[in-house]
């Protein structure tokens, strides 16, 4: 954790405290026993403004989606195994206090402990410093998840097809599409990008646009996973 302005930054959604003892809370798991407290409170208090905060951006992102697909799309962006992801990538798991009787028999915290911090994180930072604070630090932690989301699941697009395959097969995980080089003059750019599911990549894709590239990306990925076990 750094120190700047006076303000203690989350290294993990960046956000500067005001409060340090609210960060510190929202790192203190419930083996701690700690008379300040542990961050299940705050864990409830995320948990509301997480589902408001990507309520609120899916439903301007889609503005022609109904009731259905915004939840499903809501749902797959906030379910428990998509934020231990985004926790883990973080290493979030360092900066979390447990108590030493909890470390030696489970000495890497758990999916719901990941789970229940960030949330918790997330909880602290609007207290810290209101619902745009909070939004800062969810789009910091979920922006790429979010902004690969794709509804449509018409044979004429093939993102929205691989997000659906991964929604019943992999527990609701959002593909991420990954920007490689970009080669050629301003006027006729051919653009290349990698999709990516859990870490591992599942297709490559060309083209004039980013969007052709990652359509065709997620075109290749559905061809590598068809006669192939959900398991990818």
């Known amino acids: 954790m750094t120190q700047t302005n006076k303000a203690l ?3 993990i959604t960046g956000h500067p405290f005001d409060d340090p003892a609210l ?3 929202a790192l203190t798991h419930s083996s701690c026993g700690r008379p300040g407290g542990d961050n299940q409170r705050l864990e409830f208090l995320g948990d509301a403004v997480l589902d408001l905060v990507v309520a609120e951006t899916l439903y301007a992102k889609f503005p022609e989606a109904d009731e259905g697909a915004l939840d499903r799309a809501r749902a797959s962006i906030v379910n428990g195994k998509n934020l231990a992801r985004a926790a883990n990538e973080r290493q979030l798991g360092k900066y979390l206090e447990v108590s030493d009787a909890h470390r030696q028999h489970h000495p890497e915290p758990s999916r719901a402990m990941l789970e229940d911090a960030l949330e918790a994180l997330i909880g602290a930072a609007y207290l810290d410093g209101g619902l745009d604070a909070a939004r800062h630090a969810i789009h910091q932690l979920l922006g790429p998840q979010i902004a690969g989301l794709e509804l449509s699941t018409s044979s004429q697009n093939p993102k929205g097809q691989l997000q659906e395959w991964s929604q019943k097969f992999h527990a ?3 593909p991420l599409y990954e ?3 970009a080669e050629g003059p301003d006027h006729n750019r051919t653009f290349r990008v990698a999709v990516l599911l859990g870490g591992r990549e599942l297709g490559r894709g060309t083209g004039p646009s980013k ?3 990652e359509a065709r990306a997620a075109q290749a990925a559905l061809q590598s996973l068809s006669g192939v076990s959900p398991d990818v």
């Open 9 to 11: 930054v989350d290294p």
């Open 23 to 25: 960060l510190k809370q």
């Open 172 to 174: 609701g995980e959002v």
């Open 179 to 181: 920007a490689l080089n």
């Open 211 to 213: 969007k052709s590239a």
